[in-house]
Structures are given as structure tokens and as C-alpha cells.
């Protein structure tokens, strides 16, 4: 009798584990004798919702064997996100990671070597600046996918009313003498976030600095180079055109947002911003036009980071062979040309390059990959990102501290972490 | 009490800075709430504008109506309540049992198992998140609500533990063993008994579970990888700004719609709740 | 507990099986989710354990060697000088406060008391994401109504002020973010315990000419004690333990102006894959906190041997 509220709490127990085994047999193993079910993450954004639906439909057809589940991930926690999944028992069979980010998975132990299998995916001619970070000691663990680099959105018809011909801006004094006539009568010459780092990573370059440099065996941040404090200097000049907030990214708020909603003449963005702008306000259709970010002298453009993603395999994923059927269309010729055209992305390989020719975005943004740069190559670059001292910095100096001094601290910040690791 | 009794001009006068302390109280208290209601049914253009207004311009329910539809709303909502529910239902059950044992018997260990409970209190859960992954891992938990449920309910033991006793011991035994007298067992005897009179003490105890593991996100978001259907409000929430992308008010629509069932049942429960909190913690 | 010979209940049957059969749940649950656990995180904090060991297993012991690299880490001091700061900071505002609200309450008439204590119920009913969020465009520097107001009020330099780029100025507002979350909690709590104090005890401290102050603190004070200390307590925990509001404000910057233990410990583990130093944080800030409480407990265990 005494025991029976016990007897309650272990049927209370036991029940929570039955629903612990009777969930776990999952839906991804169960159908034996259906299609197998492959489990794709992309990032958000990376293709729209016709692509992905034209997509899956045009693979299904081609695999009938093969029931393609493809889950969008946010950008937001997605490193802890991808860690839990790599180190799992059931991960996910293809992940999408960011060619900033897949060096340190790389180097983990947790994805699927294709070392053997690069030449059927026409490897020689991949991007070089997704298929480096994808490689570890002489293995390739990551396919390259998609690249994008920034280009300057406008206005066409701010620009019209304001008499300026956007071809003509070939230079940095001609941007800045152009965005200072636009930056009046409440219109905002650029709309340029205080935090836009990768901007700011594109001028440094540009004046032949870098982000962090490697002497020997270790790493040294360079922010504080005279090169890089030129940089800031430009970004601040230029930052002062518009109303950007001096202490926050382009993802708070949502920069094409922004745009959208007001009179705003140019923002620096991957092309398929634009689509992003238009969607957000279908009045703008149409007035949007690209052009390279400017360099110093009219015949080298300005030096842009090229951003993509890679396709990566967990090892622990339990569907391996689909897995890379998978990866061979995504990343194979047919599918490539579709999917730059439809993103206004740069394809995977410089053989496809001519695919996206006719694109006004694609083509200014091609411009700019002449001069495409990455990041730091190494696994601990990763670890700087989500501290990212580059942005305190740069609000730092926009609110009118010492640039010297602040770019010493922040270059000390990313010598810690770029040698504090492996 | 005393207010009663009838306010003279001087006493309203007297009365005055009290009221205006309650007042700004109330301010300051409601205003970001009042702010997160309003963007939620201001119209879109006016929500990130460069001259916010305190009381907006026009009023619209589509925020309201897009947050219900997107994608998966109610099922994340089915998945919190799920996992919340048992959690906190299995917290009290197992609580009950050792506030019981606490309050009302005498065994060696005592002293030592409330000081552990009380020491559980401090687990840096933020840091487990690693260990508790493996251990999930390895015996075949990762991806399950069950799993979730466990640590919330690990999560909000300590506290209901601690409150239940201290309302337990404030029952008198007379009670029970009067009952005892009269036939009953030692449980019936506390089931007929003291249990009614518990009931406060439990339900302040079950909405701070309640609003504890509503809000939690950080195991949400790290143990439940690849079932996606499996994940709860708070991370839906915090994957907000890009679900919608171009509709904050959303995303504040839908925080109220979060905070809506915690605050119904504190609401209707507030008296209880009060002198729940109290008996826990005057013995406490 | 020694063995002494009932005193009050001497009808009591010996003791048997039953308690323990009644805690044995609740230790099961503590055993398994808690205690193994943090026996996992102590070994972690002791091993070479990163991203590699995470997905293969087999990491290699290596000693106090976390524990070094973190003790001789400057930046861990400015860590900790910063979480005591913060959680002092927090803890006296919110008791304050607390207490204030509280006194307040009990002296309002009936349907402003009812008011008061929803609004406090409806702070407490938040999401903490969507509250955090809200305070963010409160004070975001173009979009924000707070620099809007000050702007029009006349205090010009306002407009479009970062505060998130100032160390002091992000610093205060999580600060005045989780007071705002916390007093709730504990104004109602310390309310409930204001209203059992006897309203004779009162009386009787008036006819002897006492005055709100010396009341406050002869009478009522003392009455509530437990409970405040109670409250006390649990807040030093839960704001040394802040992690969700820092983490989605502010990451723990400008720099490392609002990096307190927790945040410190997410950020090595999970973001720099250092899950071995970032078990070594929390072992250490699990320590710290013990520090702060020990006297608390010591009390409490004692109170435990006096009443049963």
C-alpha cells in the first residue's frame, strides 16, 4: 500500500522511456522497402524556393530510388548546429558549410574523405577560394558549391535624378564624390552598416594590407598595419554618406530591408540582394543596377572577399552512396548554370563562368572576382569569426576613437585566437 | 489591512507618492511588453523606421495571422507544451515524494540530501550541454523530446523540491494522524488530508517550472538535430528573424502568443501562487 | 543526521525503508542527470577534448594542464573580477528594488495592488529571447525609441548613439534588462512574505512610537528573514548563471565589456571548440559561487538539523 505512489512514479518513468523507444525508430530508417530518404541541410538563402522546388523535382526524377528531404538552416547558431551533427550517431547525409567555416570541420575527423573522387567532380577546374578550405593535409573534404562576392547595388533612378552615370565610377574619389552629391535632400548616399567587415576586408586589401598574416609557425592580426588603418579611414568616409548604424551588422536590421523602405542610392551587397529588395518592395523592381566596388586606380577593381559555401559529407551520415549522387548534381555542370542564374551566384568552376555572362549583377560581380580574396587559411580563422573583434573595432573607430590604438587591440585579439588553437 | 477605512483629502494626499510610485512601477514594467504588442500590430513600414513612434499610426492583425500560419507554428507549439507539461508534471511527481519524505520523516541523510538538493540548484547547465550530448548520444537519445523532457524536468527539480517541503512542513501532522486514528493508511491519510491543502504550494511550484522550460533554448537547440519537426517555440522563435525576413512584426506577434499560456495560468493562479511562494520560503 | 532520540514525535514508528523509497527518484534523477554529468564535464576539463575528440572519442588525459592555461590567462582574471561585479550589481538593485515594490505593494489599496502584481506577473510570463530582443531595438542607435525620445527631448548628442558599442553603456543596459526580468520573481515572493507578518505586531510597535523605519527594521525584517535570504540566494545564483541574456544582446562584447563566466564558457567551448577549457571554466565558476554561498549553506544546514 505504501509503495504505491512509488509504483506510480516508476510507471511515470518507464512510460517516458517507452516513448523514448517507440520514437526512435525515426522516419529516416524505417521504409524498408520505399525510396531511401536523403537528409540535405542548406543555409538559408542559398537557393530560393523555385530552385529548391525545381530542384528536388528534376533529382527525384533522375533518382527514383532516392526521397530528397531538404531542410533550410539559419545562419544564426549554425556552428554549434553542425558540430552537434557531425558528432552525431544520425547526422544529417549532406551539409552546406561556409568556405570560411569548413576548414576546422575539415580538420576534425567527422567528414567523408573524396580525395578519389575529385577528378570525376572536375576538380582542376574548381574555384580555388572553396576548394582550399575544403582540403585538409592533402584530402578533399569539402566540394565546392557556390561562390559570391560583393558588388554595389544602386538605385538607377536616385542616380538619374542626381545626373550620375554609375559606368563612370571607376575609382574610389569618383564613388566618394559620387555618393556625396547623392547624400542629400533626405536621400542617403549609402546605406553602409558600422560592422560590415567583409567591406572593410575588400579596402584593406585593396591598399595591400591583409586581415592577418602567418610568420613562421604563428599568426599575427593586422588591423594595425599602416595599409589597414588607410582602409578604415575609407570606410569611414564613406560610411558617413548615409544613415548606417555605426555599431551593428547587415543582418540587424536585414539590410535589404532597409533599403527597400527608403530612399537609400547604393548598399554594398551580393547581387541576389537585389532580389531580396524587390521582393521586400516590388515598386523597386527594375530601378536596380550593379556595379564593382571601385579600386584605387581605374584598371584594378576593388579587391572583394569571395564568400560561398562547400558540400560536406559527415562520415556518420548513414546514407553515403546517395550522399555523393547528390553532390555530383548539385555541383555538376547542368545544375550549376541554373542555379548561378537563378542566384546570381559564380559557379563552382571557372570553366562555367561564361554561363552567367548575360546577368547585370553576375556580370559586375564577376568584375570583381578578378580580384577575389578569402580569408585567412586557417581552421582557427573560424574561432575569430564568432568573437569577431574586426567589428568592435570598426564601431570603435566610427564613434570617434583612436584608430591606432583600437586597431592594436583588436589585432592582438586575433593573434590570440588564431594561435591559441591546435 | 487597513484600507478600509475611508480616505480623507489628506490621507489621498498623504497617499499620493506612494500611488505614483505604483504607477511608475506599472510604467516601467509594461512598457517593453507594450512595446513588443504594439510592433506586433503596427503595419510593417512603420515598424524599423527612422521615427519610431510611441503610439503607432495604424493597427493591423496580419502579423498575428502570418505568425499562426507559417510554417510548423502549431506543431512547435504541440512540441513545448509536450515537453513542458511532462516535464513539469514528473518534476512535481518526483518532488512530492522526497519534499515528503523531507518534511514528514526521519531517516539518516536527511540534512544531506536537502543540502545536495539546494546544491543542485548551482548545476552550471549551460556547461553540461556537452557532457549530457555524449551521454545522449551514446545511449541513442539525441533528436528525442524525451530527452528535452528529462532535463527540464532535472532543470526545475531543485526548486520544486525545495518549495514542496517547506509547504509540507507547513501543514500540521496533527492533521494526518488524526486521520490515521480513524483508519486510514499513511498515504490515504496524506492523499485526503494534506494533499488538498497543498494545492497552492504545487501550482506555484508547476509555473515556475511551467515558465522555466517553456523559455529554455539552448538544449533545445543542441540536442534536437536532424528532426526537425521536433523542435520547440524557443527556437522557432530565435530562427525568427529569418524565417520572416522581411516581417519583424512577426516575430513580436508571435512572442506574445509565446508568453500568452504562462501568463493565462499565472493569472487565474495568482492568489495561490503568492502564498505558495510564501510557505516555501518562510520555512525555507 | 546523528541519531538523536525523537523529541517531538516519539510516536513515531523506526525508521524504515519508506524515505528512502520516496527519495529515491529524485536521487536517481540527480544521480543520472546531474551528478553523472558533471562527473563527465569534471573528466572533459581534465582531457585534450576539442572538436576531434568530440566525434571520435578517445581523448587523451592530460592533467591539470586546462586549468593552468586558464589560471595564468589575464583575460580569465578581467573574466571574473567582471562576473562578481556584475552579479553584486545585479543582486543589490534587485533586492532593493524588490523589497521596495514589495512594501509597496502591501500599503497599495485593493485594485492598484491587483494591477501592480499583474504587471509584475506579465514581465515574468516574457519569453526571455523576445524580451531580450525587444530591449535590443529599444536601444538600437537609428531605430531605437529610446534615442529617438532623448533626441526630441532636447539631449541632441543622443541621436544615434551606440550603446552597444560602449562597454559601460551595453554593460548597464543587460544590467537593467535583468533587473527588469528579476524583480518580478522576487518583489512578489518577498510580497507573500510580508503578508503573514502579524498586523498586531505592527499595532503594537506603533503605540510604542516606533517609527516606518525602525518597523522596517525591528519587526518586519526580521520576520521575513528566511524568506529574504532565501530570495537572496537564489538570485546570486541565477545572475551569476546569466548567460541567455548576454548571449543574444551582446555575444559577451564590445570587446569583453559584458563577458561574464558563463558567456566566457560558452564562448571556448562551443564557439572555439575548446570544450575542455570551457569545462574548466564552469568547474571553476561552479567553485566561486559555492564560495559566495558557503555561508548560506552552512546556515542552512543547520536550520535543516533543527526542525523536523
Known amino acids: 500500500m505504501k509503495h504505491r505512489p512509488l509504483a506510480l512514479l516508476g510507471a511515470m518513468l518507464l512510460s517516458s522511456g517507452l516513448v523514448a523507444c517507440s520514437t526512435s525508430g525515426g522516419d529516416s530508417e524505417q521504409r524498408a522497402d520505399g525510396p531511401t530518404v536523403l537528409d540535405v541541410w542548406l543555409m538559408r538563402d542559398s537557393v530560393s524556393e523555385t530552385f529548391q522546388k525545381e530542384f528536388e523535382a528534376g533529382f527525384e526524377k533522375a533518382h527514383p530510388d532516392i526521397d530528397l528531404k531538404i531542410q533550410i538552416q539559419e545562419w544564426e547558431g549554425i556552428g554549434e548546429k553542425v558540430t552537434a551533427a557531425l558528432a552525431s550517431n544520425d547526422a544529417p547525409d549532406v551539409i552546406e558549410v561556409g568556405n570560411t567555416q569548413v576548414a576546422q570541420y575539415a580538420q576534425s575527423g567527422g567528414l567523408t574523405d573524396f580525395s578519389d573522387k575529385v577528378a570525376e567532380l572536375g576538380g582542376d577546374s574548381w574555384l580555388k577560394g572553396l576548394a582550399e578550405p575544403g582540403a585538409w593535409e592533402g584530402k578533399q573534404y569539402g566540394i565546392p558549391y557556390y561562390a559570391a562576392n560583393r558588388v554595389v547595388i544602386y538605385r538607377t533612378d536616385l542616380f538619374q535624378e542626381a545626373g550620375i552615370d554609375a559606368t563612370k565610377i571607376k575609382t574610389r574619389d569618383q564613388w566618394l564624390a559620387a555618393t556625396e552629391k547623392l547624400n542629400r535632400n533626405g536621400t542617403q548616399g549609402i546605406y553602409l552598416p558600422g560592422q560590415n567587415w567583409f567591406a572593410l576586408a575588400g579596402f584593406v586589401w585593396d591598399e595591400g594590407g591583409d586581415l592577418a598574416a602567418r610568420e613562421g609557425a604563428t599568426w599575427k592580426g593586422g588591423l594595425d598595419s599602416p595599409e589597414a588603418l588607410r582602409a578604415m579611414e575609407f570606410y569611414q568616409r564613406l560610411q558617413a554618406l548615409g544613415k548606417g548604424p555605426k555599431d551593428s551588422d547587415e543582418s540587424r536590421p536585414l539590410q535589404a530591408e532597409v533599403v527597400a523602405k527608403g530612399r537609400i542610392a547604393q548598399v554594398i551587397a551580393a547581387p541576389g540582394g537585389a532580389n531580396l529588395i524587390a521582393q521586400s518592395n516590388p515598386d523597386l523592381k527594375g530601378k536596380l543596377g550593379f556595379f564593382p566596388i571601385p579600386g584605387k586606380t581605374p584598371d584594378t577593381p576593388g579587391a572583394v572577399f569571395t564568400g560561398g559555401s562547400d558540400l560536406v559529407v559527415p562520415s556518420a551520415a548513414a546514407h553515403q552512396e546517395e550522399a555523393y549522387t547528390f553532390i555530383k548534381e548539385l555541383t555538376g555542370e547542368a545544375w550549376q548554370k541554373k542555379l548561378a542564374l537563378a542566384m546570381s551566384y559564380v559557379p563552382n568552376k571557372t570553366n562555367l563562368a561564361a554561363a552567367v555572362a548575360s546577368d547585370p549583377g553576375a556580370a559586375a560581380m564577376a568584375v570583381g572576382a578578378a580580384n577575389g580574396h578569402a580569408t585567412p587559411n586557417t581552421p582557427q580563422w573560424a574561432a575569430v569569426e564568432a568573437k569577431n573583434p574586426i567589428k568592435d573595432y570598426m564601431t570603435a573607430v566610427l564613434i570617434g576613437r583612436d584608430a591606432t590604438s583600437e586597431a592594436g587591440k583588436a589585432s592582438r585579439s586575433i593573434t590570440t585566437t588564431l594561435n591559441s588553437g591546435s | 489591512m487597513t484600507t478600509n477605512r475611508r480616505p480623507t483629502p489628506r490621507r489621498a494626499l498623504r497617499r499620493l507618492p506612494l500611488n505614483a510610485a505604483a504607477g511608475l512601477t506599472v510604467v516601467i514594467c509594461l512598457f517593453p511588453v507594450y512595446w513588443m504588442v504594439t510592433t506586433a500590430l503596427k503595419p510593417s513600414r512603420d515598424i524599423q523606421s527612422y521615427e519610431p513612434r510611441l503610439v503607432p499610426r495604424a493597427w493591423t492583425l496580419d502579423h498575428f495571422r502570418a505568425a499562426v500560419q507559417a510554417d510548423g507554428f502549431t506543431l512547435f507549439w504541440r512540441n513545448s507544451i509536450l515537453v513542458t507539461l511532462s516535464a513539469v508534471l514528473l518534476a512535481l511527481l518526483v518532488a512530492l515524494g522526497a519534499a515528503y519524505a523531507v518534511a514528514r520523516l526521519r531517516w539518516r541523510g536527511r540534512r544531506q540530501f536537502m543540502l545536495a538538493v539546494f546544491i543542485a540548484q548551482m548545476a552550471p547547465w549551460e556547461s553540461l550541454i556537452i557532457p549530457i550530448y555524449i551521454i545522449a548520444r551514446d545511449t541513442d537519445m539525441l533528436d528525442r523530446l524525451p530527452t528535452l523532457t528529462l532535463v527540464y524536468f532535472m532543470i526545475t527539480l531543485p526548486f520544486t523540491v525545495v518549495v514542496l517541503r517547506g509547504f509540507i512542513a507547513g501543514i500540521p501532522p496533527e492533521l494526518e494522524e488524526a486521520a490515521q486514528v480513524d483508519g486510514c493508511t499513511r498515504v490515504g491519510a496524506f492523499r485526503r488530508v494534506a494533499f488538498p491543502l497543498l494545492a497552492p504550494g504545487l501550482m506555484a511550484t508547476s509555473l515556475f517550472g511551467f515558465i522555466t522550460a517553456w523559455n529554455e533554448f539552448t538544449y533545445a537547440n543542441f540536442l534536437i538535430i536532424k528532426q526537425q519537426d521536433s523542435r520547440t517555440l524557443p527556437v522557432w522563435l530565435s530562427s525568427f528573424q529569418t524565417t520572416f525576413g522581411t516581417d519583424w512584426g512577426a516575430t513580436m506577434a508571435a512572442s506574445t502568443l509565446f508568453a500568452l499560456p504562462a501568463l493565462i495560468v499565472f493569472l487565474a493562479l495568482q492568489r495561490h501562487v503568492t502564498s505558495g511562494l510564501t510557505a516555501g520560503g518562510v520555512k525555507g | ?308
Open chain 3, 1 to 308: 543526521m546523528p541519531a538523536t532520540p525523537s523529541r517531538r514525535l516519539p510516536r513515531r514508528r523506526p525508521p524504515t525503508l519508506g524515505p528512502y523509497l520516496l527519495i529515491a527518484p529524485a536521487v536517481l534523477g540527480m544521480l543520472y542527470l546531474l551528478l553523472y554529468p558533471f562527473g563527465r564535464a569534471l573528466l572533459i576539463s581534465l582531457q585534450d577534448f576539442r572538436l576531434r575528440e568530440l566525434i571520435r572519442g578517445d581523448a587523451e588525459f592530460v592533467g591539470l594542464r586546462n586549468y593552468r592555461t586558464l589560471l595564468t590567462d589575464p583575460r580569465f582574471w578581467d573574466v571574473v573580477r567582471r562576473t562578481f561585479l556584475f552579479m553584486a550589481v545585479n543582486v543589490v538593485a534587485i533586492m532593493i528594488l524588490s523589497t521596495l515594490v514589495a512594501l509597496m505593494i502591501e500599503r497599495l489599496g485593493r485594485p492598484a495592488r491587483a494591477v501592480v502584481l499583474s504587471s509584475l506577473v506579465l514581465v515574468w510570463a516574457v519569453p526571455v529571447v523576445a524580451a531580450t530582443t525587444v530591449f535590443q531595438w529599444l536601444f538600437h542607435s537609428e531605430f531605437g525609441i529610446v534615442n529617438e525620445t532623448l533626441t526630441r527631448l532636447g539631449f541632441t548628442s543622443f541621436e544615434g548613439y551606440t550603446w552597444f558599442a560602449d562597454g559601460s553603456a551595453a554593460f548597464t543596459i543587460l544590467v537593467v534588462l535583468i533587473v527588469w526580468q528579476s524583480v518580478p520573481f522576487a518583489a512578489i515572493t518577498l510580497y507573500s512574505a510580508l503578508t503573514t507578518v502579524p498586523e498586531e505586531l505592527y499595532e503594537s510597535a506603533r503605540i510604542d512610537g516606533a517609527g516606518a523605519t525602525r518597523i522596517f527594521r525591528s519587526v518586519t525584517f526580521p520576520l521575513v528573514r528566511p524568506i529574504f535570504m532565501l530570495v537572496l540566494s537564489l538570485e546570486v545564483i541565477w545572475t551569476f548563471k546569466a548567460f541567455v541574456q548576454i548571449w543574444v544582446m551582446t555575444r559577451g562584447g564590445p570587446g569583453d565589456a559584458t563577458t561574464i563566466l558563463p558567456v566566457y564558457a560558452v564562448q571556448t567551448a562551443l564557439a572555439n571548440q575548446r570544450y575542455d577549457l570551457g569545462a574548466a571554466a564552469s568547474m571553476v565558476t561552479v567553485l566561486l559561487m559555492s564560495g559566495v554561498l558557503v555561508l548560506y549553506f552552512r546556515q542552512l544546514f543547520r536550520q535543516e538539523g533543527e526542525h523536523t
